[in-house]
């Protein structure tokens, strides 16, 4: 059996680097285990999803976001397989059809403080009666709280935890959010 596990090489990146290109898999060279060179990020998904890798981190597990920086593979569960990733996006399936914006703004709406992500995500898992593990709650919680931010909603009140890349490129471990004055 052969390993078709994906490395990404960096390549040098201008100071003037579209921050969106990079995150996305920009700025690297790919090669897989087998030997196959793979031109651009895009061939090297196809690759994995036809090896049965995780598309996300290609099937090492990892995922390096700018250089210098990885965590676990978030998408296949620290797997690099394809099959727990495909769970994972299915279980998202599912918190999307359970887990609305009405419902997240039912949950913040006597919240009168900033509040956190993960008060939000624990409120409305105990809601839905959900246990721990039985959905990704955090990630569906996180998403639609960012909608509402971007429909003027709600105010971002965190500072970063992490600068990946200056101010353009950051991390969010458990934000704090606030209703925007009216």
């Avoid at 978030?74 to 797997?79: D, K, L, P, S």
């Avoid at 008060?119 to 105990?126: E, G, I, P, Q």
């Avoid at 039985?134 to 935890?161: F, H, I, N």
Wanted: hydrophobic share 40%; charged share 25%.
């Amino acid at each position: 059996m052969r390993k078709h596990t994906i490395t990404a090489v960096w390549e040098e990146i201008p100071d003037d680097a579209d921050d969106l290109v990079l995150v996305r898999g920009g700025f690297r060279l790919y090669l897989c285990l087998c030997g196959t060179h793979l031109a651009d990020r895009a061939a090297a998904e196809l690759h994995a999803a036809e090896t049965n890798q995780c598309t996300t981190c290609l099937g090492s597990a990892t995922e390096e976001i700018v250089p210098g920086f990885s965590q676990e593979c978030t998408a296949c569960a620290g797997t690099g397989r394809r099959k727990a990733q495909l769970t994972w996006e299915l279980a998202y399936v599912e918190a999307e059809t359970m887990i609305t914006v009405d419902l997240v703004r039912t949950v913040i709406a006597p919240f009168t403080e900033p509040f956190q992500l993960s008060l939000v995500a624990d409120t409305v898992r105990s809601t839905l009666g959900l246990p721990v593990g039985r959905l990704p709650v955090g990630p569906r919680v996180r998403d639609v709280l960012r909608q509402l931010e971007a429909a003027g909603e709600l105010t971002l009140v965190s500072a970063p935890d992490e600068l990946l890349r200056g101010t353009t490129v950051v991390l969010y471990r458990d934000p704090y959010w606030q209703h925007a004055s009216e």
